[in-house]
């Protein structure tokens, strides 16, 4: 499938802030089941951007905004070739339990760190479902998705950003996260390296949950054909309609934006996902580039000049001061 | 005399002098100065015999100037929770302790393979990984815990090292062999203090020092010079220090290596990551950073890729690094080889990395994910310390024998619950050194410091080191947090002492330099704010005292003029009667002056006076700071006594003198450079408000009687004398706006400081945008011309149809002032002290910024 996925960010602060030093995890992986054609991101205020692939091979572009700025807004927009997965996960061979694996950069898949936390509820959960004996790993994949679609229901507001899957496990409720989170936690409990995955769904004429916005599933290790994706939010196993931007050990590691700035401000953030199919590449956006967006910043008043609201604003600060 | 000879005397000739006499090592226990026999080791004699020549007075005598000079060079060790206040003195023992050069080789040889074998380890861990791969160590051991930082991996550092400086805690067991007892790779501190006591021991005892051939300590930093210069490949690489900040317990020691290397001190906040490049935000500029000696732990250094919640770190290094565009060191990550789980490994580690045994042993250490040693350490357990597996710092040991049942059998499960989170370690029987306490000697144990640094072909062992001991003689827990204290440690030299030093050697043609430096902005902004906060108190201190003067003569009738002065203090100290209280007088004053707690009430502003020169301790001369440590002297804290009026007006005269003795050694002692003038213009900018703000209170009411009250206010600005000789008794108001306000030659007057704020700015570094006057130079020049223009007869009459009607006119005037010189205050900071438009004393700070979560 052709998906083009447009992606923007628009964070706004209620007072002016003099530095914005910002990471995006916004790119699309480029994988075997999954080409990037192109990638086009837009900074404003415009800034140079600067890219690496991080220590679990997603690319980060950061940048830095340095001149008084009251908003900041993302937009990505990319194209991408995906596939289907060639074989059914039933038709593996991989069976559970999985042998301890030798390679020992799966570890960090393995351990329970916060969010995502061993507790005793876990540990109950993991329980009813451990089987009884060797098991088609596909088949114990299936049946982690299952429990969790059976036992907690998709509720927004009822956990935030930073909930560890024992708030989740208390409540029973939770978005895609926090299923992605407990789905992890359950296979990492029955010894299979699992993590986590950031990006979207185009959801076409069918229904999904997470589709026109940022979405999370998860994969998990199976020895002979790698990782394989699964989505606990709706219980199925990932197809061709996902589109990949980052993995990591848990939402820690991949959030599409992280950034700090200087200044005495609240933020809020707007975040909008299309996606939609192609029917065929659209030559303009073959290749990658950056533009910029315009978005205003207020000039370093330096010496000569100084914005005299900005001053106004300083002077109620220094008053108080005094 | 024969050895034997010598030993049979000294015993009798210590009983003479008294200082030896109760000296007794416990049995069992190895002592560095006396053998198992009682006898006096050899190393010792030299030291042992000049101590004695020297006699128990003299030593008492010059021990009392050595720890004057500990105070006033005011050597501290920051004490968190600490009730008695942020700095705690320095508690340094007179008597050194000796080390044979035998003994020092052995501790040097295995140091240095020990520092080379950590280096390698990183390496391989933030590298290929084969130790891991070869199941040398476990995995657990690295990706179990929060040290090793994951964005590092992978990434190349300059030199190919990681550890470029490298400490060990060494102890001595009772059978005299030596053990690490803790590693310290990320930033290790101790070398700056090791420093501080070397120059205060050698100066308490300069002829011992000098005849028992002592090895010295400047080629050790020498060569520390020259590791971290070769981390940039530019001529002239910008070296800076890294500091958390002077809440930090080891501030002292940053800002005195920073001194002694030559380094710019910086905090977080100082630097930027420009396109990749770290910057220093300086006066004059960005200025480029190639190498940051770092003593901030690891995952503080960047709240971006490491740590969210570090409000120290450098936002952007990490990307810096991967770029290859400056150094640091250690380099990040390095935390990584100092947890007490490695140490069980080492042996075998060394062995397959180099081939070789490992020269100096750890302390027997069981790491309990191991099954084995998990076992052993729960079977043995009160004979263990336990200590936590990744964090050697921060947690404190626990002496399982000194447990109760029930807190073994907690101790027990918590190792059974997450037992790869603990390591378990048998006690050493730590060896004795004579300490003097209390003016007799006694025996306390000992733990050594040890400093490395690596050089090209491996590391060089620092000749000496931070010797420090328990509290007690039965605490093995020696740690300055705990109430120990510190002693220099004298290696013996076989050879000829290295006489190096960073004293330029005589007769080498010295190039002349008047270079008046530049400055980091943010030490540009402290001493802004220390100028502002040393007037303000000043003048505070000047009203306040000119109230006492006033309350305590009952010769005169001061009714009138004291409610106005009194509620020209309240305003200026920010102070609000609480309600429903009354207070007599003097009661009244003393709530003002000591126990107003409004941060910018008086007490408050004398503190901030002493926190900003913390700050910028590294740029006054210690004279400055004598005087500085007066202040706390001079005006006690109302906490420790209750006092009267009687008490505070000498304790007022002695604080306005300090001041006067501030000002005048500030103005006669520090260069024209942009460090004085940023001083300087804090303190003529608060001058000029201060003496606005008295002009408003007490002159734009009118009262009855204006002659005493004028007269008050002459003596407060410090103005009358000259006045007397210029108008005799004649008080009048006119004259006196002339004297305060507008008469240039008068030091006190507010013309006067405006001027001098004209020539500071004028002298800053244009930035080149533009011709003409700048911002803050505006404003000064438009309210210079108003004071000159000003009708003074106008202003100061007074409406004679109505009685004390307010001079209005006047009001208006010195409240538009007022306003444009808090501007002024704002331009300035903006025009000059900030490079990303923020000023530290706005509170600015940094936040993170997150995607919300994927629904």
Redesign the interface.
């Known amino acids: 499938m052709l998906v083009q996925v447009t992606h923007i960010?628009e964070?706004d602060y209620s007072a002016?802030i003099?530095?914005?030093?910002?990471?995006l995890r916004m790119a699309p992986r480029q994988e075997r089941l999954q080409h990037r054609l192109s990638f086009v991101l837009g900074i404003g205020p415009a800034s140079?951007v600067?890219s690496?692939f991080?220590?679990l091979g997603n690319t980060v572009h950061?940048f830095?905004i340095?001149k008084?700025h009251r908003s900041v807004k993302i937009s990505a927009v990319s194209v991408v070739q995906t596939y289907d997965r060639d074989r059914q996960t039933l038709q593996s061979a991989d069976m559970w339990p999985p042998s301890a694996p030798t390679d020992?950069s799966l570890?960090?898949m393995l351990?329970l760190d916060a969010p995502v936390v061993d507790c005793p509820a876990l540990t109950e959960l993991t329980e009813q479902i451990r089987p009884a004996g060797r098991e088609s790993l596909a088949r114990v994949a299936l049946n982690i998705m299952d429990k969790i679609h059976a036992e907690f229901v998709y509720e927004?507001g009822i956990t935030?950003?930073s909930s560890t899957i024992a708030e989740v496990l208390e409540h029973r409720r939770g978005?895609?996260?926090d299923f992605?989170h407990l789905m992890i936690g359950l296979a990492r409990k029955l010894h299979i390296p699992a993590r986590y995955v950031?990006g979207f769904i185009h959801a076409g004429n069918q229904q999904f949950?997470?589709a026109a916005?940022?979405?999370?599933w998860c994969e998990l290790y199976f020895p002979t054909t790698g990782w394989m994706g699964y989505d606990p939010t709706n219980n199925c196993e990932v197809k061709d309609n996902f589109v990949k931007m980052a993995v990591g050990r848990n939402?820690m590691d991949v959030?599409?934006?992280?950034?700090?700035?200087?200044?005495?401000?609240t933020?809020t953030?707007k975040?909008e996902v299309h996606t939609m199919d192609l029917p065929e590449i659209s030559s303009n956006l073959v290749g990658e580039r950056t533009s910029s967006l315009n978005v205003p910043i207020f000039g370093?008043?330096?010496?000569?000049?100084?914005v005299p609201w900005i001053?106004e604003e300083?002077?109620q600060?220094?008053?108080q001061?005094? | 005399m024969t050895l034997q000879e010598q030993q049979a005397v000294l015993p009798r000739q210590l009983v003479d002098t008294g200082l030896y006499t109760s000296y007794a090592p416990s049995p069992g226990l190895y002592d560095e100065m006396l053998d198992a026999q009682g006898a006096v080791r050899p190393h010792w004699q030299m030291f042992f015999n000049l101590l004695d020549d020297l006699g128990p007075e003299k030593l008492h005598h010059r021990w009392e100037t050595a720890r004057q000079l500990i105070h006033d060079n005011g050597v501290t060790y920051n004490v968190y929770g600490d009730p008695a206040g942020m700095d705690r003195p320095w508690h340094l023992d007179s008597l050194p302790v000796v080390f044979s050069a035998a003994h020092w080789a052995v501790l040097e040889a295995g140091i240095a393979q020990r520092a080379r074998l950590l280096d390698a380890i990183l390496d391989d861990l933030y590298g290929p990984q084969r130790l891991l791969a070869e199941k040398i160590i476990p995995p657990e051991l690295v990706f179990g815990q929060g040290l090793f930082l994951r964005p590092l991996h992978g990434v190349a550092v300059p030199g190919a090292r990681r550890l470029h400086t490298y400490a060990a805690d060494v102890g001595r067991g009772a059978d005299g062999r030596f053990v690490v007892l803790t590693d310290r790779t990320q930033a290790p501190s101790g070398a700056g203090y090791t420093l501080e006591n070397r120059m205060v021991i050698s100066r308490a005892l300069p002829d011992v020092f000098r005849d028992c051939r002592v090895s010295r300590l400047a080629t050790f930093f020498r060569r520390l010079r020259e590791t971290l210069k070769s981390l940039s490949n530019r001529e002239n690489p910008r070296i800076v220090l890294l500091t958390p900040g002077p809440y930090n317990e080891t501030y002292f020691e940053h800002a005195y290596l920073a001194r002694y290397l030559g380094y710019t001190l910086v905090e977080g906040a100082d630097l930027i990551v420009r396109d990749n490049y770290v910057y220093l935000k300086m006066l004059g500029g960005l200025k480029r950073v190639d190498v940051i000696f770092r003593r901030q732990d690891d995952d503080f250094c960047d709240p971006l890729e490491l740590r969210a919640d570090s409000a120290l770190g450098i936002p952007g290094l990490v990307q810096a690094l991967y770029c290859g565009n400056v150094a640091v060191a250690n380099a990040l990550g390095s935390g990584l080889a100092e947890s007490p789980a490695l140490m069980m490994f080492l042996p075998a580690i060394c062995r397959r990395l180099f081939s070789e045994d490992l020269l100096l042993p750890s302390v027997d250490s069981f790491w309990c994910g191991n099954a084995e040693a998990r076992k052993y350490v729960l079977d043995n357990l009160p004979q263990m310390v336990i200590k936590r597996a990744f964090s050697s710092i921060q947690d404190k040991p626990v002496f399982a024998g000194k447990l109760s049942w029930d807190e073994l059998e907690k101790l027990r499960n918590s190792i059974l619950a997450g037992p790869s989170l603990f390591v378990g370690e048998h006690y050493v029987a730590l060896s004795t050194a004579p300490v003097l306490v209390e003016n007799r000697v006694q025996p306390r144990h000992l733990v050594l410091r040890l400093h490395a640094t690596s050089v090209d072909d491996g590391y060089c062992v620092m000749p000496g080191g931070l010797a420090r001991f328990s509290g007690s003689a039965d605490s093995m827990i020696v740690s300055m947090q705990r109430g120990g204290g510190s002693k220099d440690a004298w290696v013996l030299s076989d050879g000829p002492v290295d006489s190096f030093s960073f004293l330029q050697p005589p007769g080498q043609a010295v190039v002349f330099s008047r270079a008046l430096g530049d400055l980091p902005s943010r030490v540009a902004d402290n001493l802004f704010w220390l100028g502002r906060y040393e007037e303000r108190a000043q003048a505070n201190a000047r009203l306040a005292r000119g109230i006492v003067t006033r309350l305590m003569d009952q010769t005169f009738d001061a009714s009138a003029e004291l409610p106005i002065l009194f509620s020209a203090l309240e305003k200026q100290t920010m102070y609000t009667q609480p309600e429903g209280r009354e207070f007599s007088a003097e009661a009244r004053l003393v709530e003002i002056l000591m126990r107003n707690t409004h941060p910018n009430g008086f007490p408050a502003t004398l503190q901030s006076i002493y926190r900003i020169a913390a700050l910028v301790r590294d740029r006054m001369s210690l004279d400055i700071w004598r005087i500085i440590n007066r202040l706390d002297e001079d005006f006690p804290r109302a906490e420790t006594f209750d006092p009267a009026l009687l008490d505070i007006l000498p304790a007022l005269d002695r604080l306005i003198i300090t001041f006067a003795a501030f000002d005048g050694l500030t103005m006669e002692s520090m260069t024209r450079g942009y460090a004085w003038r940023f001083l300087d213009i804090g303190r003529r900018l608060e001058r000029v408000l201060a003496t606005l703000t008295l002009l408003s209170e007490t002159l734009v009411p009118v009262v009855d009687r204006e002659g005493p009250l004028l007269e008050s206010v002459l003596e407060i600005a410090d103005s009358i004398i000259t006045y007397r000789r210029r108008y005799t008794t004649n008080l009048q108001v006119p004259p006196v706006l002339d004297m305060l306000l507008a008469d240039e030659s008068n030091p006190r007057s507010a013309a006067f400081q405006l001027v001098r704020l004209q020539e500071h700015l004028a002298s800053l570094v244009p930035d080149g945008t533009g011709v003409g006057l700048s911002a803050p130079e505006r404003i000064i020049l438009r309210l210079l011309t108003d004071i000159r223009l000003a009708d003074l007869n106008t202003l100061g009459r007074s409406d004679d149809t109505d009685d004390n009607r307010p001079r209005e006119h006047l009001d208006r005037l010195l409240k538009i002032w007022m306003d444009e010189l808090r501007m002024l205050s704002d331009v300035i900071s903006r025009a000059y002290l900030v490079h990303v438009s923020e000023s530290r004393q706005l509170g600015f700070q940094l936040s993170t910024s997150v995607a919300e979560p994927a629904s």
Request: net charge negative; glycine share 10%.
């Open positions: 960010t964070l002016l003099s530095e914005t030093v910002m990471e140079e600067h690496y991080d220590w950061t830095a340095n008084l020992h570890f960090d351990r927004k935030s950003a978005v895609c996260q992605t950031s949950r997470g916005e940022t979405h999370a939402y959030p599409p934006h992280k950034g700090v700035y200087r200044g005495n401000a933020e953030m975040v370093n008043t330096g010496r000569g000049g100084v001053l300083q002077v600060q220094q008053q001061q005094q």
